[in-house]
């Protein structure tokens, strides 16, 4: 992040750099990240406090989510939810593991935006994870046709042929997987039974328009 260089005061060249041999000495202390973000944000220095927060993301290897937090809520804060989405969808990225995250993503977009559609697009993704989550703890036919069905209700032919084989892959050997092999099958004829009927919708269309 390239940081522009102005005329400063030196009470806070003198302040910066106090900080900077703070995290030099102590640069596993989280909280003098925080504080030192906080502080450039006082300051009215938002790209610096910006800055801040990357370097601290970097030296945790992007794994702490307090920061990620706090990050994004400093630039809702200052009202850059454009900023705050972007830091959302990064911090969900690289630990979708940690609800609070996600659920603080959809709460923005839906309280603070508005966004209503925004907001149930990450709750999609929220479901996917915490499906991904279960059929890893729990591999059985039950939990991956529940993730089917999952993907089926929200209308995704592709995510739910690809749930599908993966089950049929993992479970493979499991004295259950026939069950799973007949719901797969009913789901395939389903699609294209529906592939045919849009054919034939087209095919009278077309009819129509060529007989005016």
Same mark, same amino acid.
């Not at 454009?82 to 969900?92: E, F, G, K, T």
């Given at each position: 992040m390239e940081l522009q260089v102005h005329e400063i005061d030196p009470a806070i060249l003198v302040k910066r750099k106090e900080f900077e041999e703070l995290i030099q000495k102590f640069g596993? $202390?989280?909280?003098i990240w925080i504080k030192y973000a906080r502080w450039e944000e006082y300051q009215q220095h938002f790209n610096r406090s910006r800055y801040i927060w990357e370097r601290a993301l970097e030296k945790f290897q992007y794994k702490h989510s307090l920061l990620w937090l706090k990050y994004a809520e400093f630039e809702m804060r200052n009202r850059q939810f454009?900023? *705050? +989405? $972007?830091?959302?969808? +990064?911090?969900?990225t690289f630990l979708p593991e940690f609800d609070q995250l996600w659920f603080n993503y959809i709460?923005?977009?839906q309280n603070m935006l508005d966004n209503v559609v925004g907001a149930r697009k990450i709750f999609k993704r929220l479901a996917r994870q915490v499906f991904e989550g279960f059929v890893s703890c729990?591999?059985?036919? *039950? *939990?991956?046709?529940?993730?089917?069905?999952?993907e089926m209700k929200n209308g995704d032919v592709t995510k739910t042929r690809n749930v599908? +084989?993966?089950a049929l892959d993992k479970l493979a050997d499991d004295k259950?997987?026939?069950?799973?092999?007949?719901?797969?099958?009913e789901f395939e004829v389903r699609c294209n039974n529906e592939t045919e009927r849009e054919e034939e919708e087209d095919c009278y269309g077309l009819s129509l328009l060529e007989s005016c």
């Open positions: 596993c $202390n989280l909280k454009r900023l *705050a +989405r $972007n830091v959302w969808d +990064r911090a969900v709460q923005m977009e729990h591999p059985t036919v *039950a *939990a991956w046709l529940s993730y089917a069905e999952f599908y +084989r993966r259950e997987v026939e069950q799973l092999f007949v719901s797969f099958v």
